[in-house]
């Protein structure tokens, strides 16, 4: 059983010389409608909400991520959710109707780290969006069951928010904050921000946040009144600024959860934490930089990174429909699938004020 398929498959393409444009593409809408292309396991979704990630926009303007390259056209996009239209015949966990929310990895199954439950670090991962494997921002997609979570009477736009939220959790998780702790975040960009909702909901206190932009920090306050905030100066050393953030908690952090990737923000949190404290680094930065190594060495401060994410989208799921989380204010912009372009030039422009930038697409 299927779901006719009405409008061609369109998706966002970016290429080396950082093009950014709209195309036909895989799977085709003949296709579509007739069932056929799907594999063993697959099933293929009508996406619905597709969220712009500063992955994204790092792919289209530099053109790679660390060893990451766009080396060709490619379709960008990772945070989608959509509705079941077709499935192939060897599956039955879900069926055509099902509204679903899309974990963009592939894994093998069979390395070490899958074996092991960390399949965020499966050697031959196939993550949607990252070179060379598509994206998910298409009308259609085909992806393999298993990695589609259904999402009941969530919104598709929420369905959407589960794959930075699962980013968060990631991060809170293995970060081991834990009630009444003191918290330092750095950065208040949509990771930053899911990352302090999900703080303030398991009851850190004080909570800060930092960020060089200052309508992020009053957007942060408002999300979560109690917090401090403070503005970064560009200028200012990591010394300092750690001062000014101690001030401001009456306490040194146990825990920094770094959203950045930037040097000087890892600094900062380095200088910040206590002795035996924690600096737990989810932002993506260069490929090198310093750090102040024997602050860490004398404070015995652990530093610690994260790779994406696993074994988190149930309790996404979860966190949102019983309302302990409320992501919905995150989305500050909304485009059609044929806006594209200008939802990318929104995402990537600062004065926009844009927090999360959501392509919505109607059509079945």
């Not at 259609?140 to 929420?158: F, M, Q, R, T």
């Not at 309790?315 to 990318?344: C, W």
Request: glycine share 10%; with cysteine.
């Amino acid at each position: 059983m299927t779901i006719l398929a009405k409008k061609p498959n369109i998706g966002v393409f970016t290429n080396p010389k950082h093009d950014l444009w709209l195309e036909e593409t895989e799977p085709s809408v003949e296709a579509v409608r007739k069932g056929e292309g799907l594999k063993d396991g697959e099933v293929t979704i009508a996406i619905k909400s597709t969220g712009i990630c500063g992955s994204d926009i790092h792919f289209w303007h530099t053109g790679h991520i660390g060893p990451m390259v766009v080396e060709g056209e490619h379709i960008l996009g990772h945070e989608s959710a959509g509705v079941v239209i077709a499935v192939h015949p060897s599956v039955t966990s879900l069926n055509v109707g099902n509204r679903v929310a899309i974990e963009p990895n592939v894994i093998c199954g069979h390395c070490e780290p899958c074996l092991t439950g960390r399949y965020n670090g499966c050697e031959t991962v196939r993550f949607q969006s990252t070179p060379p494997y598509p994206g998910l921002l298409r009308r259609y997609v085909n992806h393999p069951a298993v990695w589609c979570h259904k999402i009941g009477d969530l919104s598709y736009e929420n369905g959407a928010l589960l794959e930075p939220l699962s980013v968060a959790l990631a991060g809170f998780e293995r970060s081991s904050v834990k009630l009444g702790d003191p918290v330092l975040i750095c950065g208040a960009g949509p990771i930053g921000l899911v990352t302090l909702l999900s703080c303030a909901a398991a009851g850190v206190e004080p909570l800060v946040i930092t960020d060089i932009d200052q309508g992020r920090l009053r957007f942060a306050k408002k999300l979560v009144p109690r917090i401090h905030t403070y503005h970064v100066s560009k200028t200012i050393a990591p010394e300092a600024a750690a001062d000014a953030i101690i001030h401001l908690a009456s306490i040194r952090p146990r825990v920094a959860l770094e959203c950045t990737g930037i040097e000087s923000s890892i600094a900062t949190a380095i200088w910040s934490v206590k002795f035996g404290g924690k600096v737990f680094v989810v932002g993506v930065g260069k490929n090198e930089i310093q750090i102040p190594f024997m602050r860490v060495s004398t404070m015995e401060i652990d530093l610690q990174f994260q790779y994406r994410y696993c074994n988190t989208w149930p309790k996404a799921i979860r966190l949102l429909q019983s309302g302990v989380l409320d992501l919905g204010p995150l989305v500050t912009h909304r485009f059609s699938m044929n806006e594209a372009v200008k939802a990318f030039e929104t995402a990537a422009d600062p004065r926009t004020g844009a927090i999360k930038v959501q392509i919505v697409n109607d059509d079945p």
